[in-house]
C-alpha cells in the first residue's frame, strides 16, 4: 500500500506537467482513498473503465484522457454525474495526465509507440511529433500490415510518395495536423491516430504516405509503461484495462 499524494508526487516528478499549457487539468482530478495499493490503468475514464476498477477493487484510475476538458459544458449531470459519481462511492481517485504523457521520453505515447512498432533511432523533433526509422525498407501495403499486426487494428492508408518506406514520423491521437512537421523533415511515412479531410490531400499532394492507427489504438501504452512503473517503485498491483474503442 503507498500513499496517494507521494505517487502524484512522483509521478510529476516523471512527467513536469508544470512545462505545458494543456486542454484539461493534468494530476488528480477527483479525489479517493488516501491509501493505494491496486491502479487500474486506461486510455479513457469511460464507464467501462470505471465499472472494471470497482471489480478490481482498485484505490485509483490512471488515464491519457479525463474529465474537465477546455470548452466543455461545466455542469457536472447525465453521464459526467453518473461517472463521478460512481468514483466518489468508491473511493477511487481519478488521475490523468495529458500532453505530458505524450511527450515523456522513457513512459510518453510517442516513445511506446515507436517500442511496439520496432522503429529504430526513435527521436522527438518538435510540436510532440518524433522520427525514426526502420529497420529495413518496407512498401506502402507491408508497412500498413506491419502497423496492422502490432496494433491489432487496420489502419487507413492514403497519399502517395516512395515505393519503399525507410523513415517515419509521428505523433499518437489526433495529430493529424502536424502532418507539415513531418514534411518538413523530408521523411516518407507519417502516423498517427486519427485523419481530417484536409490531411488526405495533403498527402496525396505532398508526396507522402499517412497512416491514421487510431486515435485510441496509437496511446495504449503511455498509461501502461506509467502504471507499470508506479507499481515497481511503490511496490502496488497495477492492472491496464482495454477498453475496446474503434476510433
Known amino acids: 500500500m503507498a500513499n496517494r499524494n507521494e505517487i502524484l508526487a512522483k509521478i510529476n516528478e516523471w512527467l513536469q506537467p508544470e512545462n505545458f499549457q494543456d486542454y484539461a487539468p493534468n494530476g488528480l482530478q477527483v479525489e479517493g482513498s488516501e491509501h493505494v495499493s491496486v491502479i487500474v490503468s486506461g486510455v479513457t475514464a469511460s464507464q467501462a473503465l470505471i465499472d ?7 484505490d ?23 461517472r463521478i459519481k460512481q468514483l466518489l462511492d468508491n473511493d477511487i481517485n481519478l488521475v ?63 497519399g502517395n510518395g516512395s515505393e519503399k518506406i525507410k523513415t517515419v514520423a509521428w505523433c499518437t491521437g489526433a495529430a493529424q495536423g502536424f502532418i507539415n512537421i513531418a514534411l518538413n523533415a523530408g521523411v516518407d511515412a507519417y502516423i498517427s491516430g486519427e485523419i481530417s479531410e484536409p490531411t488526405t490531400h495533403t498527402a496525396r499532394e505532398c508526396g507522402i504516405h499517412y497512416y491514421a492507427a487510431g486515435h485510441h489504438a496509437t496511446e495504449r501504452y503511455g498509461v501502461q509503461a506509467l502504471g507499470e512503473a508506479l507499481a515497481r517503485e511503490f511496490g502496488v498491483r497495477h492492472q491496464f484495462v482495454d477498453c475496446d474503442n474503434p476510433v
Open 52 to 58: 472494471e476498477a470497482v471489480k478490481q477493487n482498485a
Open 60 to 82: 485509483m484510475i490512471l488515464v491519457h484522457h479525463g474529465y474537465f476538458w477546455k470548452g466543455e459544458d461545466q455542469a457536472i449531470r447525465g453521464m459526467k454525474k453518473n
Open 96 to 158: 490523468a495526465y495529458h500532453l505530458p504523457l505524450d511527450d515523456h521520453p522513457e513512459y510518453g505515447n510517442n516513445r511506446q509507440l515507436a517500442n511496439v512498432l520496432n522503429i529504430q533511432n526513435a527521436t522527438p523533433i518538435g510540436g510532440l511529433v518524433w522520427q525514426g526509422e526502420l529497420s529495413e525498407p518496407m512498401t506502402p501495403e507491408a508497412f500498413g500490415l506491419h502497423i496492422a499486426r502490432a496494433l491489432h487494428r487496420q489502419p487507413l492508408h492514403v
